[in-house]
C-alpha cells in the first residue's frame, strides 16, 4: 500500500471509536497542507467507508501514528 501524502502525519489514537472525528482530523490535515480537492475526495470515501474501515482509509492519503 503506498501513501499518496507520506510527508502528513496525523495522530488517531486519540480519536478511536470517534469516526467523525478521525475523518476531520485527516481532512484538515490535507487541507492544511493545500490538498483541498484530496481533502474532498477523502472525505467523501471515508463516510461511505464502513466505521472499521477509515484509519486503513487514512493510511493510504496519510502516515498514520
Sequence with gaps: MNTRF??????LLEQA???????AMVRRALQHAGH???A????ELA???EEDE???LARRFVTVI
Excluded: L, N
Excluded at 507520506?6 to 495522530?11: G, N, R
Excluded at 471509536?17 to 475523518?23: D, E, L, R, T
Design 6 to 11: 507520506p510527508d502528513i502525519t496525523v495522530s
Design 17 to 23: 471509536g470517534k469516526p467523525v472525528a478521525q475523518i
Design 36 to 38: 483541498d480537492q484530496v
Design 40 to 43: 474532498r475526495e477523502f472525505t
Design 47 to 49: 463516510f461511505a467507508a
Design 54 to 56: 477509515i484509519v486503513e
